[in-house]
């Protein structure tokens, strides 16, 4: 089926992608599906897409599909941060210059039927140059480079999701040109109401208020085999926490951008409307989190954190994986919360840590341990994230730092029982503070390369600089409440 196409040139499948990409191709000429959505992730996670026809989609099958370099040069409001029309393409690479196109080739294990657009199809990407080159700045590219060298090593990674967002129902009749922004400026979101007066944690009665949307997003992420293990109502008004089953890191974070765009996807078609922005900028309204859960696995599937002596919280690997977080929870603070907004949370007794602490079944620790003696789904619990992450490149930042810790042999210390009064390094009090300690982190440098890192600083700057300049000329410090140009920027982006 591939023979002589670009993916077989350049041997980028296994021979199980082959197999499933018959079966997808033999599916797709059943004549009920017309369109498929080739989806990527940009730098800040969100989910870009072409829809291909069955002919196109077939031929992407042998060769990929082409798409424009431009969605990784424009920062979350669609600023182009780089001069892509002069020689290297403002980065001093050859390759990048003039805006070139990119080959996307299709991952056949990410192939989903969207049960809410009829006819439709889902499969994420992986982005290439035309020699065959892995694109330098494709976060799912990144995820895949890191999970392989710790594959070299005889282990994998187990990722559980828990992800929290808010239901809002649309007010909005019609958009208007308050609505339209501009490149580098988001026009206001639509016009919402609260779906539940909110601030009763687990209310069965407030959850019904809900039910007919949960119950429509619960059937959709059954149908595109997401493992949803738990739909909560949580703390502010219409606030949902949901909870998958642990998988393998990249289909996790595969996952994780589908989850967030079929949420969005579905609520809207239901006249609801669904945000992971981490604070929306409404009256009473509390921060949002993405707790991720994370464990390393042999090749035997034994939990390589599991401890062995009663008493101890986790096996020495564990624990220097643990330490590892902890020492780099500075500069990866900005993988797992890369907005202006999500630096509101890190508060005393917020729910959320503002140091780099750890403890067991704590939850104002940054680090949350589980299980114990006998329990393969030992794991540990980063408390730091936003919902709105790239899930690639949060999870990447996470096996990077732990591994580290490993690699060192380093140790935590004692737990902390009181993480919020901890001796611990605090972590980032704004986005500004977070990108100034990637740029000074050798072990990301040396991971990730300059290259990306610097791409990375420069796209975020760009972001933190507009809100800057919109902070000044409103007049008005920054407060404890998500200003109107983080609601502009972010409400609807995510």
């Known amino acids: 089926m591939t023979s002589g196409g670009f993916i077989e040139r350049h041997n980028l499948w296994s021979d199980d992608q082959k197999r499933k990409a018959a079966e997808i191709a033999q599916r797709v000429k059943s004549g009920d599906i017309h369109l498929v959505r080739l989806a990527w992730a940009d730098p800040h996670g969100y989910s870009r897409a072409k829809a291909l026809t ?27 941060t ?33 049960p809410w657009a009829p006819g439709v199809a889902w499969i994420v990407g992986d982005e290439y140059f035309d020699s065959g080159k892995p694109f330098h700045f494709s976060p ?46 988001r026009g206001r979101p639509v016009e919402v109401c609260p779906v539940e007066p909110g601030y009763h944690f687990h209310s069965e009665s407030s959850m019904d208020m809900m039910q007919p949307v949960l119950s429509a997003l619960v059937r959709a992420y059954e149908a595109i085999n997401l493992p949803i293990r738990s739909i909560e109502k949580e703390w502010g008004p219409g606030q949902i926490e949901c909870t998958f089953a642990p998988v393998d890191a990249l289909e996790a974070a595969d996952n994780a951008m ?35 859960h994370q464990s390393i696995v042999d090749a035997t599937g034994a939990n390589r954190f599991m401890p062995e002596g009663a008493g101890e919280p986790l096996s020495p690997f564990g624990m220097s994986y643990v330490a590892g977080l902890l020492e780099h929870a500075a500069p990866s603070t900005v993988f797992a919360a890369p907005t202006i907004t999500g630096y509101r949370r890190f508060k005393p007794n917020s729910l959320a840590p503002d140091r780099a602490s750890w403890g067991f079944d704590h939850r ?33 930042s996470q096996l990077v730092a732990g591994m580290a810790g490993v690699d060192a042999g380093a140790h935590p210390g004692a737990q902390d029982d009181e993480p ?25 440098r040396s991971a990730w390369g300059d290259l990306f890192v610097d791409y990375y600083l420069k796209v975020k700057r760009v972001e933190a600089g507009r809100y800057q300049a919109a902070l000044e000329a409103s007049g008005q410090p920054a407060g404890e409440d998500a200003t109107q140009w983080e609601q502009n920027e972010y409400f609807d982006f995510f």
């Open 258 to 292: 589908l989850f967030r765009t079929a949420t969005k996807q579905i609520t809207r078609r239901m006249g609801h409307f669904a945000t992971f922005m981490s604070r929306p900028g409404l009256k009473g309204y509390y921060s949002s989190g993405w707790h991720l």
């Open 420 to 444: 919020y009064n901890a001796d611990r390094a605090r972590l980032p009090a704004t986005l500004p503070h977070a990108l100034d300690e990637l740029e000074r982190s050798s072990l990301f």
């Open 82 to 114: 780089f001069s892509s029309f002069v020689r290297g393409g403002g980065m001093g690479l050859d390759e990048m210059t003039g805006s070139p196109n990119l080959t996307l080739v299709p991952d056949p294990n990410t192939f989903r039927e969207l």
């Open 364 to 396: 104002g620790a940054m680090i949350r341990v589980l299980g114990g003696v006998g329990d393969p789904a030992t794991r540990m619990e980063n408390r730091i994230g936003e919902p709105c992450a790239n899930p690639y490149l949060y999870i990447a």
């Open 140 to 185: 799912r590219q990144l995820l895949r480079r890191e999970l392989a060298r710790l594959g070299e090593r005889g282990l994998r990674q187990m990722i559980g999701l828990e992800i929290e967002f808010y239901l809002l129902r649309v007010t909005q009749d019609q958009l208007t040109f308050d609505n339209v922004g501009a490149p580098g400026l």
């Open 54 to 80: 069955v002919p196109a989609f077939l031929s992407a099958l042998k060769s990929g599909h082409n798409i424009n370099v431009a969605t990784s040069t424009l920062d979350s409001a669609g600023t182009r």
